[in-house]
């Protein structure tokens, strides 16, 4: 939609809430609905953030050990121990979700927001402990594990089938 378009919509669409709210009718186009937004499934991500907490340890202990160290070398080893450390931390606070919509899928991958829309999906997999999605265009499929990120996947097998139901897309479940 154009800007000068979109601009029109939202003012007509106030125009008419006001006129609504006068009534005593309730105000269209906020999704008071529960599944307007959509189910949000988090998980938690372990892995990467123990891999460089071991690995800020074994710098440190190579740092520490190592003969002929000066005092401005172990500073510069303490901050880079502090800086693993930190990543660590923002890694591990950063939660990993998966949200189902009508006709969207949507998950946070190399820091962006992506989507796939129901026709983009060719099916989705749900297995023991994971859940696939498979993309039919470019890019690699979408894969939410319990082992690695710690998600419901009961739970979100449950939710995938329902929206893979109303969506006409093949459900396979192993």
Request: proline fraction near 3%; charged fraction near 25%.
């Given at each position: ?149 710690r998600y419901d996947t009961d739970a979100m097998g449950e939710r995938l089938e329902q929206f893979a139901k109303v969506n006409q897309i ?5």
């Amino acid at each position: 939609m154009s800007r000068s378009w979109e601009r029109k919509v939202s003012k007509n669409m106030s125009q008419l809430n006001k006129q609504r709210k006068k009534q005593g009718q309730p105000v269209l186009g906020t999704g008071t609905t529960p599944t307007s937004d959509g189910d949000v499934f988090k998980g938690r991500k372990y892995v990467l953030p123990f891999v460089l907490i071991a690995l800020g340890a074994l710098y440190a202990m190579l740092g520490v050990l190592t003969p002929g160290v000066t005092e401005g070398s172990q500073t510069i080893t303490w901050f880079g121990v502090g800086l693993y450390i930190l990543l660590a931390l923002m890694i591990f606070l950063r939660k990993p979700y998966l949200k189902v919509g009508r006709s969207t899928v949507s998950t946070m991958k190399y820091n962006r927001e992506r989507n796939l829309m129901a026709s983009e999906i060719s099916k989705i997999r749900i297995l023991k402990g994971s859940v696939v999605i498979e993309n039919k265009g470019r890019g690699g499929n979408w894969v939410f594990s319990r082992l690695i990120n710690r998600y419901d996947t009961d739970a979100m097998g449950e939710r995938l089938e329902q929206f893979a139901k109303v969506n006409q897309i093949p459900v396979e479940r192993e």
